[in-house]
C-alpha cells in the first residue's frame, strides 16, 4: 500500500514557476514508478511526466518538455514536479500516481495509487 500527498499548487501569473511535492508512506517507494498527471475541467486525465524507481528515467508530455523536471528522493519518500515558463493552458488539477509496472505509464487507468490533486492556476 502507497498513501500519497500532494502540495505545492497555488496562483501562478504566466511565465512564474511552482514546484508540486508528493510525499508518499511505505516502505517500498523506490519499487513504485511516480507519474504526474493533470485534469482540466471538462478533460480527460492528461499524463504530464513520469519518472522510473531508481530515477534515472523520465519522460514528458511533448507540450511540458524543456519546461518541466520531475524528480525524486528515495531516501525520503518525495517526488517533486518543478514547473517553469508557466502558461495559462498548464491551468489543472495536477495528481501524483504511483504503480509498480512500467509499461503504458501513459495511461491513468492503469495506475493503483493516487493522490487528492492540487490545483495549479496560470493566469494570462
Known amino acids: 500500500q502507497v498513501q500519497l500527498v500532494e502540495s505545492g499548487g497555488g496562483l501562478v501569473q504566466a511565465g512564474g514557476s511552482l514546484r508540486l511535492s508528493c510525499a508518499a508512506s511505505g516502505r517500498t517507494f523506490s519499487t513504485y514508478r511516480i507519474t504526474w498527471f493533470r485534469q482540466a475541467p471538462g478533460k480527460d486525465r492528461e499524463f504530464v511526466a513520469t519518472?522510473?524507481?531508481?530515477?534515472?528515467?523520465?519522460d514528458y508530455l511533448a507540450s511540458v518538455k524543456g519546461r518541466f523536471t520531475i524528480s525524486r528522493d528515495n531516501a525520503k519518500n518525495t517526488a517533486a514536479l518543478q514547473m517553469n515558463s508557466l502558461k495559462a493552458e498548464d491551468t489543472a488539477v495536477y495528481y501524483c500516481?504511483?504503480?509498480?509496472?512500467?509499461?503504458?505509464?501513459?495511461?491513468?487507468?492503469?495506475?493503483?495509487?493516487w493522490g487528492q490533486g492540487t490545483q495549479v492556476t496560470v493566469s494570462s
Open positions: 519518472i522510473n524507481g531508481n530515477g534515472a528515467l523520465s
Open positions: 500516481a504511483a504503480r509498480f509496472s512500467n509499461d503504458q505509464y501513459y495511461q491513468p487507468a492503469l495506475y493503483n495509487y
